[in-house]
């Protein structure tokens, strides 16, 4: 049986854990062989999700799509262009990229401690933007130009609910998820007529294992299962909106953002 994604390759960044990896497994699903990629071969291990890269490729294998790792900081052009190299040599041209890896993830390793907008440090920022925005640009500025000679692909970028609301703290982060959402139409505007598209995702609260260990959650939001929408979001039904914007089906949506968050960022236009 032929599957939407079939003989598409995907790069989904920061997929050894999360979001990221169950997009990932979204578009492997539909048939996608996939990069997955991490800052390290351990980072995965962080909350407890795998022993490391190598097993969550493995994992993919056994899903009967061609799989792979590489491992970088996306906000180091050279990592970028090593990576790049290493897709291209061992699987091909990515035309489905996903540019998920980010965060509210300070220097430090864990949540800006103040990460409010008077207090945070000049070193958080700094993180932070190279994370979130900056790291974004680099992996588009990378792997976009082969999909508009191609004349083809999709990129979808992973902003936040936060991008759309005033938030305090998870200043820097927010106002950060907010240039990814409109990095988004600027360059939909720019490839308007080179048939790739772009569009972003805004999660709202997702509970990942960085989610869960990162904050106090409250407990009264964790059931998936509930009537309410005023609850966490499950990582699958945020990989199915990826998968759906990466698939032909979505093939006249272009310069959007799909938020998928309950309706907790309720708005008009
Ligand atoms: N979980 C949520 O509630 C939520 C809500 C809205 C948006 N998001 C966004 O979704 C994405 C994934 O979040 P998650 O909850 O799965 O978190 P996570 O920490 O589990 O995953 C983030 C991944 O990105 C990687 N990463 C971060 N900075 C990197 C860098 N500079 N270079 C290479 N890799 C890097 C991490 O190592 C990790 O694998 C992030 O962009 C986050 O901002 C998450």
Same mark, same amino acid.
């Given at each position: 049986?032929?599957?939407?994604?079939?003989?598409?390759?995907?790069?989904?960044?920061?997929?050894g854990?999360?979001?990221?990896?169950?997009?990932a497994?979204?578009?492997?699903?539909?048939?996608?062989?996939?990069?997955?990629?991490?800052?390290?071969?351990e980072?995965?291990a962080?909350?407890?999700? &795998? /022993?490391? !890269? @190598?097993?969550v490729? %493995?994992t993919f294998?056994?899903?009967?799509?061609? #799989?792979?790792?590489?491992?970088g900081?996306?906000?180091?052009?050279?990592?970028?262009?090593?990576?790049?190299a290493?897709?291209?040599?061992?699987?091909?041209?990515?035309?489905?990229?996903?540019?998920?890896?980010?965060?509210?993830?300070?220097a430090?390793?864990?949540?800006?401690n103040?990460?409010?907008?008077?207090d945070?440090?000049?070193?958080?920022i700094?993180?932070l933007?190279?994370?979130?925005?900056?790291?974004?640009?680099?992996?588009t500025?990378?792997?976009?130009p082969?999909m508009?000679?191609?004349?083809?692909?999709?990129?979808?970028?992973i902003?936040s609910? &936060? /991008?759309? !609301? @005033?938030?305090?703290? %998870?200043?820097v982060?927010?106002?950060?998820?907010? #240039?990814?959402?409109?990095y988004?139409?600027?360059?939909?505007?720019?490839?308007?007529?080179?048939g790739?598209?772009?569009?972003?995702?805004?999660?709202?609260?997702?509970?990942?294992?960085?989610?869960?260990?990162?904050?106090?959650?409250?407990p009264?939001?964790?059931?998936?299962g509930?009537?309410s929408?005023?609850?966490?979001?499950?990582?699958?039904?945020?990989?199915?909106?990826?998968?759906?914007?990466?698939?032909?089906?979505?093939?006249?949506?272009?310069?959007?953002?799909?938020?998928?968050?309950?309706?907790?960022?309720?708005?008009?236009?």
């Amino acid at each position: 049986m032929t599957r939407e994604l079939d003989g598409k390759i995907a790069f989904v960044t920061g997929s050894g854990r999360g979001l990221g990896r169950m997009m990932a497994q979204k578009l492997a699903e539909a048939g996608a062989d996939i990069v997955l990629h991490d800052l390290s071969w351990e980072a995965t291990a962080k909350y407890g999700e &795998a /022993a490391n !890269l @190598g097993e969550v490729v %493995e994992t993919f294998r056994q899903m009967g799509v061609r #799989a792979m790792g590489v491992t970088g900081n996306i906000g180091d052009k050279d990592a970028v262009a090593r990576m790049k190299a290493e897709i291209e040599q061992e699987l091909g041209e990515v035309e489905i990229l996903v540019n998920c890896a980010g965060g509210d993830i300070g220097a430090a390793g864990g949540k800006p401690n103040p990460n409010n907008a008077l207090d945070i440090s000049l070193e958080d920022i700094q993180t932070l933007t190279n994370n979130n925005l900056i790291g974004t640009m680099l992996v588009t500025q990378a792997f976009v130009p082969p999909m508009v000679r191609a004349g083809r692909g999709s990129v979808i970028n992973i902003a936040s609910a &936060a /991008a759309h !609301l @005033g938030c305090s703290p %998870e200043v820097v982060y927010s106002t950060l998820k907010a #240039a990814v959402v409109h990095y988004t139409r600027c360059l939909a505007k720019e490839l308007y007529e080179q048939g790739v598209r772009i569009n972003a995702v805004s999660p709202g609260p997702t509970k990942t294992a960085r989610f869960q260990a990162t904050r106090v959650v409250d407990p009264a939001k964790m059931d998936s299962g509930a009537r309410s929408f005023n609850r966490y979001a499950e990582p699958e039904e945020i990989g199915d909106a990826v998968a759906f914007l990466a698939s032909p089906r979505a093939k006249f949506i272009n310069g959007q953002v799909l938020r998928v968050d309950g309706g907790l960022t309720l708005f008009p236009g």
